[in-house]
């Protein structure tokens, strides 16, 4: 079991589920709703409770970002079409035991910063960095 929250502590949520491993997103929205590039995991909805005000924006016509309605702290992404939420990997509370895979949309990437690593990059979305989940992160029962 895994938990969260946002920074003034409003919402709360928990896993109860695996987590994928971390993916950093590149991507313009990503970008323009952190004020720089996004570091998220990823469980199943159905492994999901949360808790508090969380307001969803429906940034583009497949999927919608969830944040908190007092502070502002972006918390989540979910596509439409999808059972998994992304989690931003920042929101999670304590040692996570998770580590960043890959880069996704780094075509989009800001022209301020290099990304120096040797992890996979992809231009769009990868599948193969993605849909990837794994108890990675769980701590053992």
């Not at 999808?82 to 022209?111: C, P, Q, R």
Request: with cysteine; proline share 5%; charged share 20%.
């Amino acid at each position: 079991m895994k938990s969260g929250s946002c920074l003034c502590g409003a919402v709360t949520y928990r896993i109860d589920g695996p987590l994928r491993p971390v993916v950093a997103c590149h991507c313009k929205q990503c970008r323009k709703t952190s004020g720089h590039y996004v570091a998220a995991t990823s469980a199943a909805r159905d492994d999901m409770t949360i808790n508090g005000p969380v307001q969803w924006y429906h940034s583009s016509p497949k999927a919608r970002r969830g944040f908190c309605g007092t502070c502002g702290s972006n918390l989540f992404w979910e596509s439409h079409d999808s059972t998994h939420t992304s989690i931003f990997s920042g929101t999670l509370d304590g040692d996570t035991g998770l580590e960043i895979i890959g880069h996704i949309y780094v075509a989009d990437k800001g022209d301020y910063y290099a990304l120096d690593d040797t992890l996979p990059k992809a231009d769009q979305d990868h599948p193969d960095l993605t849909t990837i989940v794994t108890g990675a992160g769980q701590p053992a029962d």
